[in-house]
């Protein structure tokens, strides 16, 4: 009832000048808009800003004061820090291999997943479960499992006779750098899947039954129709790996605390060291800039990539 | 107004009336936070402690529990956090004034106090009450004269050993290192357990805590004045010593990725015979319900080098943070926490402070075997670099010693590097 009043209310004092009901509109526009503003400027816009600030001053300590201008000081820094370019040295490793794995792995996944069989829905709830899963959860769980004396890791291995005694998984840092790969492919294998499997569940039977006729085998298909396919998917869920891989923070954190001599400090760990640890905020900001700097460089690359991707059916 | 039409007014009227609501609104706060301090010692703390070693966590809420039922218009918050994350929970809390009182490690006052993140309490600390705290603890919260707080928690690494272990091998307990070298040599060839050594050398405080123990008894020192000197005599005989009990396979290959916590976890099972670690270890390594080896541990003053044996002192004081609203009742309530008569009751898992408790029944009689060492111990402590930049030489120096513990470079070339880097930091500031 109310409602096919209002315009009619609202149509009534017609003859009231334009400018005053653009005024007033426009006002309630903004009124609308006020929470969404306070919220963006307040918890995107400002920080941008403010870090941008901090990181053209060598500032040390977290309490605010006056602290000597450097201009670019923090970033040049940084680009001739040898432990700079390792940490980004690491960080792209693991990056790439976390990504490829996931996405290989998630589509293999999906596509079991996506057979008909009996308790597929079981199967495919268990498989959510990873995911669902904290990250530092995940992380305490695997520095268990990797645990040198009593992880379960070691005694499994020893009981198939895989290896001949107890090792140390996280004591080194390249195989530590590994491990730490291991538990994110775990965890995050699912979400690709999953992406994965939506996907397989649009391509239209036909098609292969079309194929099928034509005498192409089950491998042939699957790179003829299915992969193709899959492609935008597959880019979608690249570009979602590969920017929150390269933040990877909290794992290292749970899991080696950037060691063992540094061997699993990634950008992001280091970034919180030298501002946290170090008391040195104003590299820090500098180099939370780089960081976003790189991500921009993966999003805008990706972007161009999807664009040219898209497929019809 | 002069302007009643369209954005233009409307932006200067929200922008000035949001400032004004802004401004009112923090005045209000201010006021409301000054009330709080006014009140003079009541009111609500927030207190930060750790989660391992020393007292426990039980320990510090019948603690508590004791200091809000003796003031009642207090109340008492506590948090917990590991060692590891205590640090920098301090400095991400500090402008915001989370925390009344904070855990400081004696590396730390250092750094806190240059950067006037805790409280100067040199005034409220006289002398008289600081010449009955034995040295070693005194030294935790000193920074150029001044005290950041009162020492808290009095503590060195010492040496424990499985007496079944070595009398199975058939050697005596060592009191040199070289003797350790030895008798691990001994237990390994014998086949008592595989690894004989445990040590805490992941890339954390924990070693550069074995490390100093080490360097002091090599006779080495950190600095002469600004300049690095631990690449050179002791400093770098105490690497190659951890080195070498690493290639012999005298020390068990996972102590670079272990904290004190894995060692006692380690050494309570069984699955060593002799380690460095915090008076703590003690009484849960002695504890059936925490430890396979129970009744076989002993304690004793940590094994000495050519140029003695000296403890690391790794105390740690309470410290009032500058933020704290309600500085008085934080005050009393550290007062209260480093007191005598609440450190004499809870000397099972942490020795007091107080000179005159080593001669308490109650201390004594808590921890028997222990005392008679610490006495010992006690007086002779190796301090970490006193300064403000420590976290940055420590996370230096831990990332060169575990690439020479790993083999990557020589111990002569990790300690040369981290020289050089050390002195940068120090230089930069």
């Not at chain 1, 040898?82 to 040295?89: D, L, N, P, V, Y």
């Not at chain 1, 400090?265 to 180099?287: P, R």
């Not at chain 2, 921890?367 to 060492?373: K, N």
Request: glycine share 8%.
């Amino acid at each position: 009832m109310s409602v096919t009043r209002a315009p009619k209310t609202a149509r009534a004092p017609r003859s009231g000048s334009d400018s005053r009901r653009a005024f007033r509109q426009g006002r309630l526009a903004l009124l609308l808009l006020l929470p969404s503003l306070v919220v963006v400027f307040g918890i995107v816009v400002y920080p941008l800003l403010r870090t941008l600030y901090t990181s053209l001053f060598d500032v040390n300590s977290a309490f605010p004061g006056t602290y000597p201008f450097s201009g670019l000081g923090n970033y040049l820094r940084a680009v001739q820090s040898g432990e700079f370019w390792a940490a980004i040295g690491r960080t792209f490793y693991f990056t790439l291999s976390t990504t490829v794995l996931e996405v290989v792995f998630g589509v293999l996944l999906a596509l079991l997943l996506n057979a008909e069989f009996r308790g597929r829905w079981l199967l495919r709830s268990i498989v959510i479960l990873p995911w669902a899963l904290p990250t530092v959860v995940n992380g305490a769980m695997w520095r268990w499992i990797f645990n040198p004396e009593y992880g379960a890791l070691n005694a499994l291995l020893t009981q198939l006779q895989v290896i001949p005694e107890y090792r140390s998984w996280l004591g080194t840092p390249w195989m530590a750098l590994n491990m730490i790969v291991v538990a994110d492919v775990w965890k995050m294998t699912p979400l690709a899947a999953f992406f994965v499997l939506a996907a397989l569940q649009t391509i239209p039977r036909d098609l292969y039954e079309a194929a099928w006729v034509d005498g192409a085998g089950k491998v042939r298909s699957f790179f003829s129709i299915t992969l193709p396919l899959l492609t935008p998917t597959i880019l979608i869920v690249l570009v979602l790996r590969t920017m929150e891989a390269f933040k990877v923070f909290d794992l290292v954190y749970v899991m080696t605390r950037g060691g063992p001599a540094n061997g699993t400090q990634t950008i992001a760990y280091y970034t919180y060291v030298e501002a946290f640890s170090n008391q040195l905020f104003g590299y820090g900001a500098a180099l939370a800039y780089i960081i976003a700097l790189f991500i921009l460089f993966f999003a805008i690359t990706y972007m161009r990539l999807l664009r040219r991707g898209e497929v019809e059916y | 107004m002069k302007t009643d039409k369209g954005f233009g007014g409307l932006r200067r009227f929200s922008r000035r009336e949001f400032l004004g609501i802004g401004a009112a609104s923090g005045a209000g706060l201010l006021l409301a936070g000054c009330g709080g301090g006014q009140q003079g010692g009541s009111g609500t703390l927030n207190a930060l402690f750790m989660k391992q070693a020393a007292y426990s966590e039980d320990n510090v809420r019948s603690m508590t529990k004791e200091f809000q039922s003796h003031n009642p218009d207090i109340k008492v918050n506590l948090t917990f956090v590991a060692y590891e994350a205590l640090h920098d929970k301090i400095v991400a809390a500090a402008p915001a004034g989370t925390y009344d009182t904070v855990l400081v490690d004696v590396v730390w006052p250092a750094e806190f106090g240059s950067k006037n993140m805790i409280m100067d309490i040199t005034a409220r600390f006289p002398e008289t009450e600081r010449n009955r705290i034995l040295g070693g603890a005194l030294q935790t919260t000193e920074y150029e004269d001044k005290y950041y707080g009162v020492p808290w928690i009095l503590d060195t690494k010492y040496f424990f050993y499985n007496r079944d272990m070595l009398s199975k091998a058939g050697v005596q307990p060592p009191d040199t290192w070289e003797g350790v070298a030895d008798a691990a040599r001994a237990i390994k060839s014998a086949g008592v357990v595989k690894y004989p050594l445990i040590w805490s050398w992941a890339q954390a405080e924990a070693l550069m805590c074995d490390y100093a123990t080490l360097l002091g008894a090599f006779g080495g020192t950190f600095f002469d004045g600004d300049k690095p000197t631990f690449n050179t005599g002791g400093g770098l005989e105490a690497l190659e010593f951890m080195r070498m009990t690493l290639d012999e396979g005298l020390s068990n290959p996972a102590s670079t990725e272990s904290i004190e916590e894995d060692v006692r976890r380690v050494f309570s099972q069984g699955q060593a015979a002799m380690a460095l670690n915090w008076t703590y270890m003690f009484s849960l390594a002695n504890d059936p319900a925490e430890s396979q080896v129970a009744g076989k541990v002993d304690i004793a003053h940590t094994p000495s080098g050519p140029s003695g044996a000296p403890g690391v002192n790794g105390s740690m004081g309470m410290a009032v943070s500058r933020g704290s609203q309600n500085q008085d009742a934080a005050w009393k309530y550290v007062q209260f926490m480093t007191s005598q008569k609440v450190q004499n009751k809870y000397a099972k898992l942490s020795l007091p402070i107080w000179k005159s408790s080593y001669e308490d029944k109650q201390v004594v009689n808590a921890l028997p075997e222990v005392v008679p060492v610490a006495k010992e111990q006690l007086k002779d402590m190796i301090l970490r670099p006193v300064v403000p930049q420590y976290n940055e030489v420590s996370s230096t120096m831990q990332v060169e010693i575990q690439k020479a513990l790993s083999g990557d470079k020589t111990p002569k070339q990790a300690l040369d590097d981290a020289a050089k880097s050390v002195s940068t930091a120090l230089q930069r500031s």
